[in-house]
């Protein structure tokens, strides 16, 4: 009489090797997300951590999932495409971590390098021609009525000042918002049109 292998080994294997490619990626993805809510600087140092235990938990996932596949395949009887699926999907969770951190990795710079100003109208007067240029790029904010809020990101190429100009009436004005920017540096700056017409500028960096 011969005896069948004990199938809790292979199921706990199998379970093993789904939970390292699920924790990984929803600890990532919830970090990332409450990162984009709050934007705590923790959680960045967070992320990092989460990128390197999910390259640990994928190399057990992997060691956890070739015992199972080896269990698995010396159990008289047991269907062989059925095997396969479950083996297939828990290897496309596991290796799903890495273009899913990829993407959260250049996500996360390309908002941190992005350089953006809010000009905010709050004289009398409305603004035409609206711009904001420099650094090797141009934003245009077009015109907008007393009270007034738009808001522009982009993203520095060059080294130089960055510069605000606006028309009143028949009047322009014109100032420095930012006396050096470098590309894959972010920022985030206020311009403020004062009801007497003066130009406020609040949050450059190094301000």
């Not at 292979?10 to 490619?21: I, M, N, S």
């Not at 809020?149 to 009047?171: D, M, Y």
Request: hydrophobic share 45%.
């Amino acid at each position: 009489m011969t005896t069948s292998p004990n199938p809790a080994p292979q199921r706990k294997a199998y379970r093993v090797a789904l939970l390292c490619g699920a924790i990984p990626l929803v600890v990532g993805v919830s970090i990332f997300l409450l990162w984009l809510l709050t934007r705590w600087g923790w959680l960045m140092t967070a992320g990092i951590f989460t990128l390197y235990g999910g390259v640990a938990f994928f190399l057990v996932g992997v060691v956890a999932l070739g015992r199972f596949c080896w269990l698995a395949l010396r159990t008289p009887g047991l269907p062989r495409r059925p095997l396969w699926l479950s083996t297939v999907g828990c290897a496309a969770l596991l290796l799903s971590n890495f273009p899913v951190a990829g993407g959260i990795a250049a996500t996360a710079i390309r908002i941190e390098t992005r350089y953006t100003v809010t000009v905010h109208n709050t004289s009398p007067q409305p603004l035409s021609g609206v711009r904001v240029f420099g650094g090797g790029c141009e934003a245009d904010f077009g015109a907008f009525a007393p009270g007034g809020v738009v808001r522009r990101s982009f993203w520095i190429e060059r080294e130089g000042e960055l510069k605000f100009q606006a028309g009143s009436g028949a009047a322009t004005q014109a100032t420095t918002i930012d006396g050096y920017v470098i590309p894959s540096v972010g920022g985030h700056v206020t311009v403020t049109i004062k009801p007497d017409g003066t130009i406020s500028v609040v949050g450059p960096p190094g301000a």
